[in-house]
Each structure stands twice: as structure tokens, then as C-alpha cells.
């Protein structure tokens, strides 16, 4: 396969490059506005109690949540409960029930109720339930913050009051709003900084500039592709975050992955199209491998009912699909088309066109050095990954809330004052609706029960002609780890059987079990995945479990370093954000399934050329050696342009797109340094050549001849 894709680039490059051109200008065009029709939803369970609860609860009780929140002062002297703000309240609150798709209002001064007046009495609140489906709620919240300035805005009876209008819609809206903010700073950080690292490390303006091609198709396609999703299925606005990060980062990787052995066999002597042809066949062979396996390990998102991560999937996989895809043709056919003409405008000083003796170089030593202690190599090394992984292991997991956004947010403003000036916690209510009809006795013992629940402080019931429903006021913070052990409580209270829990509590509690019951398949479809294809394209049992288990090792870093940043409120006041104590549950999974196939970009690039090496001369360690020279510089230099594009995420404003900015660069560098360089030497030089067995197949653990190679996917793809 990969000699006909050398073939139709070489006979035919300005084919290829105008049929990948064309394609990237109408995936551009037609995905230009990809951000508009993506979702801002996607954060409920599908099938969930909590879902279904809410769900029955609107069915029956034509009700819910009270999902905005108005949070309400006045300059009049007389203060919130005088006579004008009392008058301009109960003005403000009927303006705002006027309006569509507004129920539900209830406001201080409408009801007289303590608990919207603030506890120094100079705020007091209005609530209000916005009513419409996950996706369209957004845009009527947006259009909501508008017509409440127009209730109280300069020449209104109700302009002596100030209102902020926060609550749960708010929230999500300015989550959304603060990501697209975010991702735009992120492209304006990233793409000036990694232009000037690949121009340090490409040394030409033009080789600099080819890994644009590779992104413009991956990018520009994946856009594409996700608008035309969307018009069937869900698909979360988050997902262009992810497509920008790894198209940006794919094609990079790819790009230097390619340029490099380009420029190897042009130092060798060989002419253009034998460079390339070498090229797509050696070089083009680890992009392909390291393509399928990154996809395969994102697509493993798909796994959860979890609209989220489903759609971080579709992007992923898509993303780094295509960033092959123009790593196979669209890169060879540019160099095809430009020749030598690659090293124009050249950046400092150029080595001479020859080989360089491997024996000279610094990371021949760096694995020499390795390889004569490798025991005390491993020992050392592991242990260093497992000592910064160890905050993992008290990591306590929630899922986002307002205090993901900065505290200068209209939305974060209205919760600190809920949680610092005011009594009651009845915004994070819980909602309990029998699954059918009940006695008044069977309710009054089930809201008795409930009441005695640690964390309750109030219990309303409301009888209805088909179901019962329970209101449940907490406490209690409701993203917390005493707030889920209080939904626990609740559905196993006698009687619980009967009704069915929802709230924001309850989704914290439905979405963790929804992560927790998915991550062991996830865990198994990426391992067998990565080493059957490991398997198949090595022909090694021995390699794929390394490879598998020094990832793992690699991601252990990370993974410490969230917990002990954003869980302990480390580096606040560098990032910006609020602790609380807890991390981000989906956040994990995400990281592991991208980190894991990223880190065999560079597992397979590596290994791809100490196989070269060890069938021309069946030295094991001079193999590994000669492959971490041949490499070594390149990963490191992929490993530092991914993990600049991943920390301008860091630059962001909301936490949860923060922790996976920090947590992937981190992963990034700690395979590229530490697992690459130290771990994957020692570990081969303990094993020597039976690195390379395979059951039934004693030829393995011999160097390959030029006449009888073992009938790995190498040959079928060449």
C-alpha cells in the first residue's frame, strides 16, 4: 500500500497536492461556521435516574429547576426592602414572567420568603425556570441577559435597581462562552510560539511552514465533518478545542517525522523521488501505524453514554484520521513539488550532506550510558514517575460547576454570594418523583425517611394525580463528595424503590457511576487494541507489552501533577482559578485516552527504526543505539512543540480546559524525556533479542535477512 502511495506521489505530485488543496478549501468553506451549529449541551447521562427524574418531573408537574437566578441590589437609600425597590421588585419580577419561555418566577419581595434575602439584607434574589430542551436553552439564556437590561436600563420605572442574572443556564453558557475565548488566545499563543520553534528546529522558513499543510487538512476537515455530524447527532462545541490542539499537533509530529528522513536519504545521495519513496515507505509507515493507533485509542471515548466525550471522540478520531491522511499525501507531494527547494531561506547554520557518524552523537551515548546500567536506570526512573504520581492516589473526583470560570463571571458572582450571603441551599435542591401513583401514606413515610437524611434540611411534598413529588433542600455544597454521599443515602431510604432522584447532586452521582462502569472496557479496548496493532506491525510479543506498560508509567506524572495542582489549589495564582478540593472526573479518561496514543507517535517512530537497524545487523543493543540516535532529537523537539500547544491551553480561563492543557504537556514531556530516552534503552537492553520473539516464530529472535523478513504488517503495507 504505502509503495502505491509513493508511486502516485512521485509520478503524479501536483495531482495529489491539487486534489488536497481543493479538498481543504471546501472543508474550509463549509465549515467555516462550525462553531454556530455545535452544541453548548452534552453534559447529561444518557438513561440516567437523575435525567429521568427531572424528565417526569417537568411531564407531570410541568416544573423544574429553577435554572436563572437574579440577583438583585439598589442604589435607593431606603435599601432592598424599602417601599420603591419593594415596588420595582414586584414591577421587575412581572417583566421578567411576561416573557417566553419564562415560568416559574418567584421573588423576595412576591413571597416575603427569608431565604431570598441575603443575610446582611442588602440583595435579594429572583428565580426563574427557563423553559426549553439542553441545546436551546443557551441561546434563550443569551437573549435573557439582554431583555433584563431592558427591564432596567436608564428611562425604566426599575432603573434604580442593579440585577446579575446567574443560576445553573447561565453558568453552562459562560463556560461556553469562556472556552471559545479561550481557544481563541490559545491559537494566538500557540501558533507564533511553535512557528518560532519549528523554525528553530525545521533550520528553513519553507520546512517550517509544511506542517501547515498537514493541519489545514486535518483541521479544515475535521470542521467539516462535525458540522455535517451535527445536523444527526449531538456534538459539543468542545470538540473544535480538541481539533485545533491535535491538529496543530499531528502535524507537527508528522511533519517531522517526514522532513527528517527526507533529509536523511538526501544526505545519503539519494535522489528526490528515492528520498521520498524511502521516505513515504519507512517514515510513512510509523505515521501510519501511530495514526491508527491514536484514533483507535480516542474512539475508545465512545464507549460512554456521555454526550461530551462522545463528541471529543468524533473529533479525535476524525482529526487525527485526516492529519495522516495528509502526512501520506498531501506533505510527500509538496516535497515532491518543492525538491531541494525545502531548505530555502535556511535558519542558522546547516550540517554537511553526509551522513554523521552515529557513534558521535550525543544520544548514541545517552543510550550506551543506559544500557550499561539498566536495572539501576529503571529502578531510578520508575521510581521518580510513581513518586510524582503518588497525589493520585487520594484524588477525589466531581464534575464542573461555576467555580470552573473566573470569579469576575456574572454567573460565579451570583453563586459566591448563595454560598457566602445567603441561608438556604434550596437552589441545589433535589428533586424525588415517584416512578408511578402512591398513597399519602406511602409519601409522607418516604419524605419522613428523607428528612432524616445527614445533609437534608428541608422536605416539601406535592401530591399529583399520576406521581408524587418530594422537593429536597440540602445543606450542603452540591458538588461535593457529602453531597453525593447524601444522594446515596436518599436512594436507599425504605420506599426509595418508588421514586426516582434528580438535581444537580444526583447528576454528580449519575455521571461519576457512568465514567466509574466504563473505564475498565476502556482501559482493555485500548491495551488490546495498541498491541495487536504493536503486535502485527513488530512482530514482537515482548515489544507491545513494554509499550504498554511504560505509557501507563508516563501518564503517571500527569496525572499526580492534576491532583496536586488544581485538587490542592496549587499554582492559583499563577493559572488563575478557584480550588475546590476535588477533580474533575471526565478529565482523566480524556487525558489517558489522548496521552496513550500520542506517546506511540513516538513508541513507534522509535521502535520503527531500532527494527531497521537490528534486521540490517542483529546487534541488539547497537540496534536500540543507533535507533534512539536516528530519533532522539526528533521526539524531543515533537515533544516540545505538542507540549507548547497543549500549555496554551493553560492560558484559558476556565479550569477544567486548563487541567487538560497541563496534564497532556506534562504526559507529553515525561514520555518524551524520561520514557523515550531512559526507560524504553534499559528496558530493551535487559530483554536483548528477545525483544523481537514471537510464539511459533524462532526467526524472530534472529536479525531479518534481505531474502526471508518475518511476514509482519510491514510487508503487507510495503
Known amino acids: 500500500m504505502l509503495n502505491r502511495i509513493a508511486d502516485l506521489v512521485i509520478r503524479a505530485p501536483k495531482l495529489v497536492a491539487g486534489v488536497c488543496l481543493l479538498l481543504v478549501v471546501g472543508a474550509a468553506g463549509y465549515g467555516f461556521d462550525a462553531a454556530s451549529r455545535l452544541s453548548p449541551a452534552g453534559y447529561e447521562v444518557g438513561g440516567s435516574e437523575s435525567t429521568a427524574a427531572l424528565d417526569r418531573l417537568a411531564a407531570e408537574f410541568d416544573t423544574g429547576p429553577a435554572n436563572a437566578v437574579l440577583l438583585v441590589t439598589t442604589d435607593d437609600p431606603a435599601g432592598i426592602t424599602g417601599a420603591a425597590a419593594t415596588a420595582q421588585g414586584l414591577a421587575l419580577a412581572d417583566g421578567l414572567a411576561a416573557l417566553d419561555d419564562i415560568e416559574g418566577v418567584t421573588s423576595y419581595w412576591g413571597t416575603g420568603a427569608p431565604q431570598l434575602l441575603s443575610v446582611d439584607g442588602t440583595m435579594a434574589l429572583i428565580t426563574a425556570r427557563i423553559v426549553a430542551d439542553e441545546e436551546r436553552v443557551y441561546t434563550r439564556t443569551e437573549a435573557l441577559r439582554e431583555e433584563i437590561d431592558g427591564l432596567v436600563g436608564d428611562g425604566t420605572p426599575n432603573d434604580n435597581l442593579a440585577v446579575i442574572l446567574g443560576g445553573s443556564a447561565q453558568a453552562n453558557l459562560e463556560i461556553v462562552e469562556e472556552s471559545e475565548r479561550d481557544l481563541l488566545r490559545a491559537e494566538l499563543l500557540a501558533i507564533p510560539l511553535t512557528t518560532i520553534i519549528m523554525l528553530l528546529v525545521f533550520r528553513s522558513v519553507v520546512a517550517a511552514l509544511l506542517p501547515l499543510v498537514v493541519s489545514a487538512v486535518a483541521v479544515a476537515g475535521t470542521a467539516a465533518l462535525l458540522k455535517g455530524l451535527s445536523e444527526v447527532t449531538l456534538v459539543s462545541i468542545f470538540a473544535l478545542n480538541l481539533t485545533t490542539a491535535l491538529g496543530l499537533g499531528m502535524g507537527v509530529d508528522f511533519s517531522l517525522f517526514t522532513i527528517s528522513r527526507w533529509r536523511e536519504e538526501r544526505a545519503g545521495g539519494a535522489s528526490n523521488d528515492d528520498a521520498l519513496r524511502t521516505t513515504i515507505n519507512r517514515a510513512g509507515r510509523s505515521i501510519l501505524f501511530s495514526g491508527m493507533t491514536t484514533a483507535a485509542t480516542l474512539a475508545a471515548l465512545l464507549l460512554f453514554d456521555y454526550p461530551l466525550l462522545e463528541s471529543l471522540a468524533y473529533a479525535g478520531f476524525v482529526v487525527v484520521a485526516l492529519a495522516t491522511f495528509g502526512a501520506l499525501f498531501a506533505l510527500p507531494a509538496t516535497i515532491a513539488l518543492l525538491g531541494d527547494r525545502v531548505e530555502r531561506f535556511p ?175 476502556v482501559v482493555i479496548w485500548v491495551v488490546v487494541v495498541v498491541a495487536l496493532l504493536l ?131 506534562l504526559s507529553i514531556i515525561a514520555d518524551a524525556a524520561l520514557v523515550r530516552t531512559f526507560l524504553v534503552p534499559a528496558f530493551m537492553a535487559v530483554a536483548g533479542r528477545w525483544n523481537w520473539w514471537s510464539p511459533g516464530r524462532n526467526y524472530n529472535i534472529e536479525p531479518a535477512s534481505t531474502t526471508e523478513r518475518p511476514p509482519t504488517l510491514e510487508r503487507e503495507l510495503l
Do not use: H
Open 535 to 665: 503486535y502485527r506491525s513488530f512482530g514482537s510479543v515482548l515489544l507491545p507489552i513494554k509499550a504498554i506498560l511504560l505509557n501507563l508509567l508516563s501518564l503517571t506524572a500527569a496525572f499526580g501533577a492534576i491532583v496536586w495542582i488544581f485538587q490542592d489549589g496549587r499554582l492559583t495564582g499563577l493559572l488563575g482559578f478557584t480550588p475546590t478540593g476535588l477533580t474533575d472526573a471526565q478529565t482523566p479518561i480524556l487525558i489517558f485516552c489522548i496521552a496513550f496514543g500520542l506517546s506511540m507517535d513516538y513508541e513507534v517512530f522509535l521502535l520503527s527504526r531500532i527494527k531497521e537497524e537490528w534486521d540490517r545487523t542483529g546487534d541488539s543493543e547497537r540496534a536500540v543505539a543507533v535507533g534512539l540516535q536516528r530519533t532522539g532529537g526528533i521526539i524531543t523537539a515533537a515533544a516540545v512543540l505538542m507540549a507548547v500547544v497543549f500549555l496554551s491551553f493553560a492560558s484559558g480561563r476556565v479550569a477544567f480546559i486548563q487541567l487538560v492543557g497541563i496534564g497532556l504537556a
Open 347 to 521: 535558519i542558522g547554520r546547516r550540517a554537511a550532506a553526509e551522513r554523521p557518524a552515529v557513534e558521535d552523537g550525543v544520544w548514541y551515548r545517552i543510550a550506551r550510558r543506559v544500557m550499561a546500567r539498566p536495572i539501576l536506570t529503571m529502578v531510578v526512573v520508575g521510581g521518580i514517575l510513581l513518586l510524582l504520581g503518588s497525589p493520585f492516589l487520594r484524588a477525589e473526583f466531581a464534575i464542573p460547576d461555576d467555580r470552573a470560570l473566573p470569579q469576575s463571571s456574572d454567573s460565579r458572582q451570583v453563586a459566591d454570594q448563595l454560598r457566602s450571603n445567603f441561608d438556604s441551599r434550596q437552589f441545589g435542591a433535589l428533586a424525588a418523583v415517584s416512578t408511578g401513583p402512591v398513597t399519602d401514606a406511602e409519601l409522607a413515610d418516604y419524605a419522613a425517611a428523607v428528612q432524616n437524611v445527614p445533609g437534608v434540611a428541608a422536605v416539601n411534598t406535592v401530591m399529583g394525580d399520576g406521581a408524587a413529588w418530594v422537593s429536597i433542600v440540602p445543606n450542603l455544597e452540591p458538588i461535593s463528595l457529602d453531597a453525593e454521599e447524601m444522594v446515596a443515602e436518599i436512594r436507599s431510604v425504605p420506599g426509595a424503590e418508588a421514586f426516582q432522584v434528580g438535581g444537580e447532586s444526583a447528576r454528580l452521582v449519575d455521571n461519576k457511576q457512568e465514567l466509574r462502569s466504563k473505564l475498565v472496557p
